[in-house]
């Protein structure tokens, strides 16, 4: 909240601009408030009736307009309130404030008194109605005691949420009424009726305090036995007129009635103006809870405070905003929302509005239109509820505790729960001296009876022996006779410092005023200080790209005005998940925005004090820079400065107004009569003094402003275009500041909602085209083309505001609410109709299983998964990890996105048009025909890409997988006589060794989440006559996701064929079936896992790769390329990097490419002879190496190769001797895995190269024989030793080395 702009530079610098009287006009009589939920069960004055605005003055200034119906809708909330002499009549205090559509802010402080009626209709009218209200009662009460007024089966949700607020009031049965009546009631002969006025003072700044203090003066001068020194005009001119606003960085003092009053701004360099006692939110929520509202407004969720008393929704209100410095919240803000106004919490917008509870009203009883992203601040009980799973502030518990220091130095304990009870205002009732003196903080420990604390009793204790003269006498002897009762002393001596320093020229409310203002202003200084230290340096990542002011604000929506992915890769690790949501806010892009436009014009005031400390911050930190991105916390460093700030403004006032004086009117007017507020000459006070010297400050001043404006203003944007400009750019997500309290026709109401309509569309349009750019962005590099600029965490954040956004159009008009999320209420309806009629298809007509139409091989054996939203939602309410409906409507979405069917889901649902009509209102954005089809349109945009945002999420679930084998048919025997088996192994885990039964192709498990999937193991026992078997590739499907990996194999498993392998390692790739190309969701990127060349690689040896022959220039790129993209894996944020066993084993990978290398002129094919593997040569080299070594040849080598020589031949041994029968090619890929892993292919090699098996059998033009070759390869390998190489499990089973 900017305290500094609220007036606006054209305003006069005038203290206040308006004063006004509210209460109840005698001409119209009592008027039912329709608007604020007429309960007829109640008493008559139990009821709410219309007030009207009596008087206001000035009539109008011109720079403010007064706006009749906002103002008296704002200070009485509620409408006139009527009182008998037996009920409590105590003055109440509260503040509001009004938001402009251009976002400045106008604040209202109102004193509300009693007032005796003297009109007799009005007595004699609140007697008629008690009589019709106890005849009904009477006559209810004879046959049986009626039920309680519920209204709990209203239709509209709205209707139900007045009715609850209204219900509390209401007495529970007739029989009680009637004891009410018995024992009260009113009668006009025997009671005095007395009813509610206000008087409020319209402020351009939130002086609060100022304010309060003139008004409770104001009522005292009614109240006391004497008439006031001064006219009341006098003083309503005098501080309408003649009281100026202090400047910048100074201090005023200007005349009540009966005491001065002080006053003081901050300077331009400090934090604006906020004279709201934080010291009593803070001991209203507690700290902890404070922090977590905090957090959900930044992370701009919808925020309800609740509470009885308007004064404390406002505090609470005002304090939360007033920390969020530099960032404004910039959505709706109504910190009193009018019982009027309850249809505005149906905006599917962020929001901060505050609703009055009544008496005894129970929270469950609070129907709320949505609250899947609410968080609900019950203040009177310090109870919150907060959305599920939103991210923390940063170094929380450290923050806490500094903030808990600074309440304690000021006497405030910073768990307190229980808040202080509701007072009457300072100065309205007599006061003695003494107990005048308590300080805010003891005054609210003293109130606090669930505190625990002592102060409050200590103060008791003392004034118990101040007043009672026989306990001052024990206390006189026990002196004399030696014995001191230390704690009274101690106490006495505290009580005469504190009265030494009030003499010091302050009086006890002033010192309460300076303690409050000293500690206002260090709780906000280590706010502030905590943004200081996270946004240090985000001035570096603005993105400053248009040439002019014109052709930013037309281009606004299409252009990056932040690096975010770059911000976030240098913030700390443990800041991420915050800053990641932080800075897709509005108040966040708004910033921003500021920043932007401080090229070309002034600097926005908050901006301007923020960049200021960060430049001071980097001139501190000049030696430790680093420290500004650590994550260790930095605690406020100039609390004792900002203090002194203050104290030395109030203690050494600058300027002192013009006092209260006799005003030029007519004698005998408005005379004094006690009790009662005087009818005020309105000559007198609707026109100021021609000659003031503030309005000729003012008026220069703004010449000159004027002058300056015209001077910088652009020739080329006329100043009307560039507020239409800025307006436009700003309303993205926020088309309403504040709803129009005045005009509440059905017209004002509906386009309101359409503007949320419209909001809602460009909202969508918004997230899924900046979902779509960074997936893109992400893929594309995974493609070789350019830099990533998103990570796992800004997806999931993107994904996140997703749901939120679904929650919000769902919930907009919604009229009969169930369950906390709107979306899966709707969905649960839905699938509870589909349901019975498919009972009574069944019933009807016996199902006949249509078979499906077959189109490849591969779909033989893989039926597609039918679409069912139905299903989907099985799946999850399957889930026992769930617990809540808005858990379970984010997963569904989550669900959806994953399948790619989120958009036609959507539209399934919507489809059920009678449905719909049931569930919303006519206003609503589901029933807004062409909108819907454009946000369904939006979201089938993201079919376009990947996402696993379900699979990565929810990875302690249960998954149904199934796997289907493919052998080739043509040159084989399906089926074989062993006993096959799989593992499936993915990110996540492996299933276990499965044994399938013989002859079947197909088997399904349950498993807990594998991830994404890897690699399969496939093998079998070698038993029977057809033991031996071809294998085209293997199938595996996670069934709720319908992710599909194809794990290509193209070899035999069997003894004597092939390389004999009997178990094969297979790499999957994630594959899409024709059946999903046809139904269009294959517009897609090409898969994260499947490399740019989609050919099976086929071992050199085995059957048709015999004539493919590399040449050595494309063996050596094709290793070049693997290594590269091994060394980009490692260079992707950890949770971005996928698999490494593809690259390391897939198509493409570094095995493959040495394969190729190394059958590069080898003498694998003889005649009449078995076919030699690579492996071949590999155990010829080893068992040379051994031998020579026991001849001692290997003797005369340097140290280093005869110790290279023994880790390889213990490798070659430990892979040989293993128990798995993984073939000669398994064992060659292991080799290279395990030799990539421990960092010792490079010294390997020469060893190969030095042994003389070499010359057998490689041809002389081989790449193995060429030393310069080898050694660019050795070169190359190298590059791989600065990485942390780790294998899959499945790689590596029972190596034992």
């Known amino acids: 909240m900017s305290g500094g702009s609220a007036g606006s530079g054209a305003a006069p610098c005038r203290f206040a601009h308006y004063f006004v009287i509210c209460g109840i006009d005698t001409e119209t009589g009592l008027e039912p408030d329709q608007l604020a939920g007429e309960n007829f069960e109640q008493s008559p004055l139990k009821r709410t009736f219309k007030s009207k605005v009596l008087a206001h003055y000035p009539e109008n200034v011109e720079w403010n307009p007064f706006d009749q119906d906002a103002v008296n809708m704002l200070c009485m909330p509620k409408g006139l309130s009527f009182r008998t002499q037996t009920d409590q009549r105590d003055p109440q205090f509260h503040s509001f404030i009004i938001t402009k559509e251009d976002g400045s802010r106008t604040y209202g402080f109102v004193h509300t008194f009693y ?35 519920s209204s709990s089966s209203s239709s509209s949700s709205m209707d139900s949420l007045a009715g609850s607020l209204d219900e509390a009031d209401s007495p529970n049965s007739s029989s009680s009424s009637l004891l009410a009546y018995k024992a009260g009631g009113y009668d006009s002969s025997r009671d005095t009726l007395y009813v509610s006025k206000a008087l409020c003072l319209i402020t351009p700044m939130p002086f609060m305090h100022a304010s309060r203090r003139l008004l409770s003066q104001l009522h005292r001068a009614v109240t006391a036995a004497t008439a006031p020194p001064l006219p009341l005009e006098s003083y309503v001119y005098n501080i309408l007129y003649e009281v100026p606003l202090p400047a910048p960085g100074r201090s005023l003092k200007f005349h009540g009635v009966y005491e001065p009053i002080v006053c003081q701004r901050p300077g331009l360099g400090e934090l604006p103006l906020a004279d709201f006692s934080l010291a009593e939110a803070f001991s209203l929520l507690g700290l902890e809870n404070l ?11 919808q925020i309800l405070l609740y509470s009885q008393d308007y004064q404390r929704l406002m505090t609470v209100a005002e304090g939360i905003t007033t920390l969020l410095f530099p960032f404004q919240w910039q959505h709706v803000y109504v910190p009193i929302l009018p019982a009027s106004l309850l249809h505005f919490l149906d905006a599917p917008v962020p929001y901060l509005m505050g609703l009055q509870s009544k008496e005894g009203t129970d929270r469950s009883k609070l129907e709320l239109p949505q609250e899947a992203n609410l968080c609900f601040v019950d203040i009177d009980n310090h109870y919150i509820e907060l959305p599920e799973d939103f991210p923390h502030l940063p170094n929380k518990t450290e923050f806490i505790q500094e903030l808990g220091e600074v309440l304690l130095r000021f006497g405030i304990s910073p768990n307190t729960g229980a808040p202080p009870r509701t007072r009457a205002c300072p100065g309205s009732t007599p006061s003695t001296p003494g107990r005048e003196h308590k300080t805010v903080a003891l005054r609210q420990l003293e109130d606090d009876g669930r505190n625990g604390n002592l102060a409050g009793e200590e103060l008791a204790v003392l004034e118990l022996l101040q007043e009672n003269a026989t306990l001052e006498r024990l206390h006189e002897l026990t002196k004399r006779t030696g014995v001191t009762v230390a704690h009274v002393e101690t106490l006495r001596g505290k009580i005469k410092a504190q009265s030494a320093e009030c003499q010091g020229g302050l009086t006890a409310a002033e010192e309460d005023e300076l303690k409050n203002a000293k500690l206002n202003i260090q709780l906000r200084e280590v706010f502030a200080s905590r943004f200081t230290t996270m946004f240090a340096d985000y001035e570096a990542f603005v993105i400053q790209s248009a040439p002019d002011l014109e052709s930013w604000l037309t281009n606004r929506e299409q252009m990056h005005n932040f690096d975010k992915a770059s911000f976030l890769s240098d913030q700390p690790e443990p800041y991420l998940p915050f800053l990641s949501h932080f800075i897709e806010t509005q108040m966040f892009a708004t910033f921003i925005d500021n920043k932007i436009m401080s090229q070309w014009e002034e600097k926005e005031p908050l901006l301007r004090v923020f960049d200021a400390r960060i430049d001071k911050a980097r001139l501190y930190n000049v030696q430790r820079a680093p420290s500004l991105r650590s994550s260790i916390y930095q605690r406020c460093s100039i609390l004792k400065e900002s203090a002194q700030a203050i104290e030395q403004r109030l203690m050494k006032i600058d300027h002192t107004a013009i006092h209260p004086h006799l005003l030029d009117m007519k004698i005998g007017q408005g005379k004094y009569e006690q009790g009662f507020f005087p009818k005020l000459q309105a000559d007198v006070l609707n026109t100021g003094p021609i000659n003031n010297k503030w309005s000729h400050r003012s008026a220069r001043a703004q010449r000159t402003k004027d002058h300056h404006r015209q001077q910088t203003e652009h020739l080329s944007l006329d100043s009307d275009l560039k507020e239409k400009y800025m307006q436009e750019a700003r309303s993205l997500g926020k088309n309403l500041r504040q709803p129009k309290l005045s005009d509440l026709s059905p017209a004002v109401i509906a386009q309101t909602n359409w503007k949320f309509v419209e909001g809602l569309l460009k ?22 083309h350019g830099e990533a600029n998103i990570t796992g965490l800004e997806e999931n954040t993107l994904i996140a505001s997703l749901c939120d956004l679904l929650e919000r159009i769902w919930s907009h008009g919604l009229q009969v609410k169930q369950g906390k999320s709107a979306l899966w209420s709707h969905l649960l309806h839905y699938q509870s109709r589909e349901e019975r009629l498919l009972e009574q298809q069944q019933a009807e007509s016996p199902v006949s299983h249509v078979p499906e139409r077959r189109k490849s091989d591969c779909s033989i054996a893989l039926p597609s998964v039918r679409v069912s939203l139905i299903q989907d939602m099985r799946h999850i309410q399957s889930m026992s990890e769930i617990k809540t409906d808005v858990g379970r ?49 939006h ?42 088996w799989v593992c499936v192994s993915g990110e996540l885990g492996d299933s276990g060794i499965m044994q399938i039964p013989k002859n079947v192709l197909e088997i399904t498990f349950d498993c807990q989440n594998l991830g994404k999937l890897t690699t399969v193991q496939l093998g079998h026992d070698n038993a029977g006559l057809l033991a031996k078997w071809l294998v085209d590739c ?49 517009c897609r990127t090409p898969p994260l896992q499947r490399s740019p060349s989609q050919t099976r690689r086929i071992s050199i040896t085995s059957l048709s790769g015999r004539g493919y022959k590399p040449t050595s220039a494309q063996i050596q790129e094709a290793i070049g390329e693997a290594v590269n993209n091994i060394i980009k894996h490692f260079h ?116 190969l190269v030095e042994c003389p098996v070499i010359q057998q059998m490689y041809e002389d033009i081989a790449l193995l024989r060429d030393r310069t070759t080898v050694n660019t390869l050795i070169g190359v390998l190298e590059t791989l030793h600065e990485f942390p190489i780790t294998l899959e499990a499945s790689l590596i089973k029972c190596i034992d080395l």
């Open 1132 to 1247: 992707k944020p950890e949770k971005e990097r996928g698999s490494l066993t593809v690259l390391l084993c897939g198509e493409s990978s570094l095995v493959a490419a040495l394969e190729q290398f190394f059958h590069h002129g080898f003498k694998s094919s003889r005649l009449f002879q078995k076919t030699v593997f690579v492996w071949d040569f590999v155990e010829k080299a080893v068992v040379y190496m051994e031998s020579a070594d026991q001849m001692g040849d290997l003797q005369e080598t340097a140290e280093p190769l005869g110790m290279t020589c023994q880790s390889f031949c213990h490798y070659v041994n430990a892979i040989n001797s293993t128990p798995r029968n993984i073939g000669k090619d398994g064992k060659f890929q292991l080799l290279v895995c395990l030799g990539a892993r421990d960092h010792l292919l490079p010294q390997w090699l020469p060893l």
């Open 939 to 980: 979201l089938l945009s993201l079919n376009t890409v990947d996402y696993f945002c379900f699979t990565s999420v929810f990875t302690t679930i249960m998954i149904p997988y199934r796997v289907v084998i493919i052998p080739i048919k043509k040159l084989t025997n399906a089926m074989t006589t062993s006993n096959p």
């Open 1034 to 1082: 293997v199938m595996v499907r996670n069934e709720i996701t319908g992710h599909t990996y194809r794990f290509p194999c193209g070899r035999w498993l069997g003894k004597g064929i092939d390389d004999g392998s009997l178990e094969r390692v297979l790499i999957g790739e994630l594959w899409m079936s024709s059946g999903e190309e046809d139904s269009g969701r294959c």
């Open 763 to 784: 909202e969508c349009r918004m997230k899924t085209k900046r979902m779509l750019v960074e997936k893109m962005g992400w893929e594309a590099v995974e493609l070789g």
């Open 889 to 937: 409507a984010r997963a569904w979405i989550r669900l959806s996105l994953e399948k790619k069917v989120l958009s036609q889901h959507l539209k399934q649902l919507l489809s059920q048009q009678a449905l719909t009509k049931n569930l919303y209102k006519r206003y609503a954005f589901l029933r807004c025909e062409e909108e819907k089809e454009q946000f369904l349109f």
């Open 291 to 301: 922090i977590q509202v905090f957090t959900c407004t930044l992370l701009e969720m």
């Open 115 to 149: 007032e005796e009626v003297t009109s007799s209709q009005i007595c004699s009218a609140m007697q008629t109605l008690y009589q019709m209200h106890n005849a009904e009662h009477a006559s209810a009460n004879h046959p049986t005691t009626s039920s309680s007024s």
